[in-house]
């Protein structure tokens, strides 16, 4: 068996109210972020309508963050399903640049920022967005960045804190000092590129730490036409064998691997056909057959400039 098959199990205790595991989350992330700047808006009752409309059906993981500016849509989502706050898991993330944007000192400010926008008094996991925290950037270190974090535990305002974006060497100096450690660590991860830097997914697993993966569907949605796309050819061919979609596929196959995988939609079809993915199960030669096309294609959507790894070094182990 392979070392990518011998880490397919999830990692930690991510779980909904009546203990089950969460295994696929709803994104309200940087397309926003990007439409809301390139139109100069500041709230999108769309957003309010597509987050209600996810959360009724059936998703219990919203995936919020500082550098999206969606907060308020989330709360006001919230309030006007009038769910109970246990009912769902939210995530948020601090950014380093709100130090030069609005004079943030840190996590602590910023949670307490973001809490005020949604209208809660807590999330259930808290993420520092990228590891780039220097006193240059940010006023404090990533060190600092996150006791800050553990004390967002203590205080709590936060169930669960994590990461996101990180590579080993980030990790190891969060390991050195913490008393938490982190509880998941949310990176790029698809077909294309199956370890976001050298030796990543074997510490996370060692470690105990969940991975999640944004654009999961990166096949899909970022591959242009023409251009060379090995696994699409393998997505349908099971797709038609287990009468689903070349997204189904996509996201069935992150669950096997035991990888929480994020996505997105404002289309209520995809919405149900991303939550429907957990009535059939890939082989494991399925699952392997579609790990195999990291030695046919490589492709980095995000973070290039924190990112400069080759294929080689990516692949290395897997």
Not at 86 to 102: A, G
Not at 166 to 189: A, G, H, T
Not at 229 to 241: A, D, F, S, T, W
Not at 307 to 312: G, L
Request: aromatic share 10%; proline share 4%; charged share 25%.
């Amino acid at each position: 068996m392979s070392k990518s098959l011998s880490i397919s199990k999830f990692q930690n205790n991510i779980l909904d109210k009546n203990g089950n595991l969460i295994k696929i989350g709803f994104g309200v992330g940087s397309y926003w972020r990007i439409y809301k700047t390139e139109n100069n808006i500041k709230f999108v009752p769309e957003l309010v309508a597509q987050i209600k409309q996810a959360i009724e059906s059936g998703f219990k993981m919203i995936d919020a963050a500082e550098a999206y500016n969606t907060y308020e849509e989330i709360g006001i989502a919230l309030k006007e399903l009038n769910i109970k706050r246990e009912d769902i898991w939210i995530t948020d993330k601090y950014i380093n640049f709100s130090y030069k944007l609005r004079n943030s000192k840190g996590p602590i400010d910023s949670i307490t920022r973001s809490l005020e926008l949604m209208q809660l008094d807590y999330v259930d996991m808290y993420l520092l967005h990228t590891p780039d925290i220097t006193v240059e950037k940010a006023g404090i270190t990533l060190v600092e960045a996150w006791k800050q974090c553990e004390q967002l535990v203590e205080m709590g305002k936060v169930k669960q804190i994590g990461v996101s974006n990180f590579r080993k060497s980030d990790l190891e100096e969060i390991m050195k000092i913490c008393k938490i450690k982190p509880m998941c660590n949310q990176v790029e991860f698809h077909p294309y590129l199956q370890q976001q830097s050298p030796g990543l997914r074997e510490y996370c697993f060692e470690n105990g730490i969940q991975l999640e993966a944004f654009s999961p569907l990166t096949p899909i949605t970022k591959i242009k036409e023409g251009e060379s796309n090995p696994v699409m050819p393998i997505l349908k061919r099971l797709g038609e064998k287990y009468g689903k979609n070349e997204p189904q596929i996509l996201l069935r196959w992150c669950v096997e691997l035991g990888i929480i995988p994020l996505t997105t939609t404002s289309n209520k079809q995809r919405i149900d056909d991303y939550l429907n993915i957990f009535d059939f199960e890939l082989t494991k030669e399925e699952v392997q057959e579609i790990i195999n096309v990291k030695d046919e294609k490589f492709f980095r959507g995000w973070l290039h400039e924190y990112y400069p790894f080759s294929e080689e070094e990516c692949n290395a182990g897997l």
